[in-house]
């Protein structure tokens, strides 16, 4: 099980920037990232090297963070693994709430990041079906 940090962030120029700088002032790597916006405002998650204290650095500069407990699934780089993580979890009926990719840089292989209701019961699940879960 991975910590994600969620940013609520304003829909605006620079804005970005300013939160990588901050990570960046405190010495925090950036592992992987989705953002999804509107018009006004936008959700930025992301899996960091210290994610407690981005969400403090973040908080202390106005940024209304949150933890959430997402699972990294390490796949082959191969076609077709995606689609078979995700057929896995259609057969045991695990909706995914969102997914994205990061890569574990040690080995060079690629992780799903996802996010669902029962992160624990998923874990398990994907483990007796054969997936390396972090």
């Known amino acids: 099980m991975l910590n994600q ?6 829909n605006k120029k620079g804005t970005m920037q ?5 990570l960046a002032e405190n010495d925090i790597n950036i592992l992987g990232s989705v953002t999804n916006d ?3 405002y936008g959700i930025i998650r992301m899996l960091v090297s210290k994610p407690e204290e981005a969400m403090k650095a973040l908080c202390e500069a106005g940024y209304l963070c949150k933890l959430t407990d997402v ?10 693994n995606l689609n078979r993580l995700l057929l896995a979890l259609d057969e ?14 040690e080995k060079g292989s690629p992780i799903m990041v996802l996010h669902v209701n ?6 398990e699940c994907l483990k007796y079906k054969g997936f390396h879960v972090l």
């Open 71 to 80: 699972l990294g699934i390490e796949v082959a780089d191969e076609v077709g």
């Open 5 to 10: 940090l969620a940013i609520f962030a304003e």
């Open 18 to 22: 300013k939160i990588t700088g901050i």
């Open 38 to 40: 509107s018009a006004e």
């Open 118 to 123: 029962d992160t624990a019961e998923v874990e």
């Open 92 to 105: 045991s009926n695990i909706s995914v709430d969102y997914l994205y990719l990061s890569f574990d840089r």
